[in-house]
């Protein structure tokens, strides 16, 4: 039986979904255990199959970890780092926004529900800046590429995303000119969970090629064409649950209760 | 078992209808109470105008409409309004019937559809090819295709033939299983005279050597006197004459068809 | 030919060689296929508790007021989106999938290219069209219309062209007997036969348009699908739930609305 | 009688004061919407620049070896679930869609509950459907085959169940006379009839499951729609056209199998 | 224009058919030079076996069906091969053409049916529904109901017909335009005997009247000898005899059917 790692479409790793190839098999030659990769585009999916035992390790996105947390009792196994990685306000540079305060009761759009980078990290600024969610501003819940399009259109004042996405919209529309109005700190890191039952001597093996192979690792991972721009990442193997309070945090900015999910 | 007596009856009732009435959704009355007593080996034609409820009679009788009042029982089995199941198909197994319209397997060829008039009989699933059913139902369906001369065409897609050759597989399918009872609605409307002839002529020398019980329908006063050993004339809804067939006068054929 | 008519024609008469080979192939394909990503009894049976549970927490649907009154108010919107896109769409695909249809169609072998249409139509993905509408009308309710008119005019362009195709045809060789015209035999032979199907088309368009979760949010327009995926992203299954039941009492109704008027066509 | 036979119908007989007042509000809810959700011809012309814009940015598609070398990989992948899945989906909808069939199915007023079945099975979002094969079966090919099968029984379901219905009536009538029961009927008389019908359905399915591009990347099972989805989220719009160029040839080669088949089956 | 100068002449030629052949799909040749020349006010009763290729031979007249070979000219309009739609549809707008086979649309009512006919003439698209059509169409479609006495039924859905009043309807529609050519395949089959001496007295006068050129098939001898001036027997594909009706012997007709 292969450990099945099933990698959520935690937002910059979509790329990574395509590329994987390699960093499998860096991790197998690693610590010598069956891995088949299986990447999902459903963090529900995924955070279920762990939940019911069809997966043994996720790696996926801080939301997603306090859910998970929230869940079950998932152990985590490292970290994984990645420079540059936080949320932050878009807005047309030639547009009449100019601070965070011009947001007040326009429509600020968001990439994805209940994703870190593009939903909760966003809010979370705007809050930290005083806009209270829903109230100051109108949130919608628009995919990037709409949102871009309805931007440039003037439809919507800003968009929330994070930085990798930034730089994608540049290359994309290269005769537009776009403004980052406010960005908030480093957002925590993502995470390899493991499930509780999982075989304990493989969960072991995997750690530890994370502690003793992590620069092999992550050339594996840097081996795809696009991946390039995730230098400089690493693998932490101290993590503690509290660094993800900032995340509950967030949850509670939108007006959700993370210690509420799906009933018990 | 009330059929299997009668089945050895010679004179047994075939068709017991009695003040039978049938209307289509509750509007105009097509039958008005209908009387027909058929015994076994008999062979009726039913004759009347266009729209006089011919069809619809025969269909009655084996429970292709549920008729609205009165009584009706085939070969002992009664058949009133949406009840028993069991009796309409064990009528339906006993009977053959040839519609009026076409009412062919457009997409089979002819051999399956008469291999289809063993449906019903036991392993009917294997009726629905001719390529799957058992070689004696193969053998069966070709010597009655052979009755009604269209052997040769056994592999033609059944929509290819001409109107009449249609007409003469709907009645080999009809022939195919040697019912008890042969229901035909128009069967030589579309079909040449020779061809015409051939089918009667077949049907009665059935009847005769079979014992088979047989009621026609024909717009052909000819093939009704002839054919026939009794005619039915339908008018209004109600039974005008029903007299053996060397009785009717042509004022009684006229009192029929005139208006 | 008295000989040859007493032997009962082979019981493969009919399938030719290349039609078995085909067959066979497809068959060895599919089969070989199943082994890798076809279920196995005893996964399905080993699974069963995973769903129970899973189900479990799905129950009781949420029935606050609150939350009900604005399902209410976006299942309101989204049928209004949905009637009007279904509606526009359906009254295009009627031309559309006349022009698609092989042997009905006036433009005798160019009606390929009105299937090709409307294959275009559906293989182009929602959020392309979403894309493409925003950029020229901009988000909200009519880019949403639009979309949903695109995918109605995909689905009912080929199911009504292929309607069309299979309608009886002896009525409309009559009218051609006439001297009717292909739009005449369109009015008069064909859309009367096949009245039933494409009610049941045009009805299930409206279904998918009500249904369909994607659309409508992808252009800021919110719709009940918007607020399911909302439900289920931040884990909100009881919320889930009860939007689905709701869901599925419209679609109940519109497939009894469906079966009534074919009924009463029929 | 010989009075009445001289008065020319009046014009409007057959259409009841019931079905006007419907007909009218029908009219009146979708004319009043369409000026709130419909678009205008000036917002269409004035947007027109923004279309083209957004086009030309998807222009030239990718052609990079590898990148197609790539995609073709996933389409094999795509193909192949999608293929077993709706072949499943289909073999099961045959006998649902004959249990759902007003008139045809051998439960009578039961037939209603099969319905009700095919509209659960669409209602129910795929990402539910995902989550219960993924707590089933986990992650992977399975569960993606297992979300397209239960798609497939949803639509062709009900698709094949309206073919039934509206089969030609007159040769199931005649093999009823014979005595058939109704599984002979519906072997011997409907599915003749419905070929072509059932052609388009089913071959309509397998290419809902070849286009649907959240499905299997719901549940990990990869394919062609993920990384269409991938090069969005990444904005490689080429990328993306490329991806969607690929699908519409097999969409289209499907089509041309599916006219062929119906052809030869006419 | 050679068609308005044949108008005019009461001798032209109607139908003109030479060495006529035609074969389904390339296989068996059903007409295997047929020639026919019909002039303007005869009636002609074209006779045969089942299957011999009376259909095929009328339906190819108003180009329904592609000849194989040969020439054809309706009306003075030449009808070959897939050309000139133009020219069939000239023919068509002049004929009054009564299938074999069920051929209405049966969701709607009689009256639509008749109506029907008018389809072809300008602003033939009100004539999809008799609610649309305009007075004078619907005037004279309940006039033609009447002249098949079927007035009573006009809001009848077409399917709630028996077989001899749709047959009669069909013939309705086919009288209703008053054509030039009237064509019609066993029009009195499924026709109780008043009825079907009805419809074919009708034709009678149509003729002499209105000098309507009459093609029918029979199968029914006496209605050919009766009503046809001439004989047209169809054998093998080939024409059997063409004589005028009062010198069709009996053995004529014994060779025509006989196989
Ligand atoms: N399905 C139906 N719904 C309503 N009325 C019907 C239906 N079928 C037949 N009728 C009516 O019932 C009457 C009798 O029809 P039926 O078919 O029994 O006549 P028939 O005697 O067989 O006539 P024909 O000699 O023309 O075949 C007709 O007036 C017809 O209009
Ligand atoms: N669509 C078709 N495809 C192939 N063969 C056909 C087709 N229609 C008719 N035929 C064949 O052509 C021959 C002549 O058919 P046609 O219908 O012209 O006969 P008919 O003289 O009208 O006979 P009937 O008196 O039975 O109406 C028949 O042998 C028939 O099988
Ligand atoms: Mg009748
Ligand atoms: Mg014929």
Redesign the pocket.
Known sequence: EPLKFAVTDIEGLEALQQEFAPFEEALEAASGQDIKLLPVSSRTAAVEALKQGQVDLVLTGPAEYVVIDGLTDAEIVTAWQRPNYYAQIVVMSSGPIKTVEDLKGKTVTFGSVGSTSQHLGPAQVLADFGLAYGSDYKPQIISRNVAAEAMIRGDVQAIGMNEGHLSSIREAFPDKSFTVVARGRDLPNDVLVARKDADPEAIAAIKKAFVEQSDKLMAAVLKGDDNQKYKGGFFLNEVSDSDYDYVRSMYATIGVDSNAFVGE | MPEASSQCDGSSVVVDAQRLRKSYDNRLEVLKGVDLKITSGERVALIGANGCG??TLLRCLIGLHDISDGSLATMGHTLTAGRNPAARRQVRLQTGFVF?KHCLVRRRTVLSNVVHGFFGDAGSWRAHAHGLAPAAWRKRAMEALEEVRLSDRALSRADTLSGGQQQRVAIARALVRRPRLLIA??PAASLDPLSGQNVMELFTRLCTDHGITLLF?SHDMEHALTYASRVVALRNGRILFDKTSDTVSPSDLKDTFDG | MAESRHVVPSRLSGITALHFVILVTLAAVILGSMGQVAPSPGQLAAGAPGMVNLVGRMMPPNLEPDFLWRIAVRILETFQIALVGAAIGIAISLPVGWLAARGVSPLGRGHYVFKMLTSLLRTVPDLVWALLFVATVGLGAVAGTMTIVVDTIGFCGRFFAEAMEDAEKEPQEALAAIGAGRSAILLGAVLPDIAPSLTNSALFALEKAVRSSVVLGLVGAGGIGQELKVAFDLFQYRNASTIILVIFAIVLAMEFITDRLRARIQ
């Open positions: 011919k069809s009026q609605d128009e329908t």
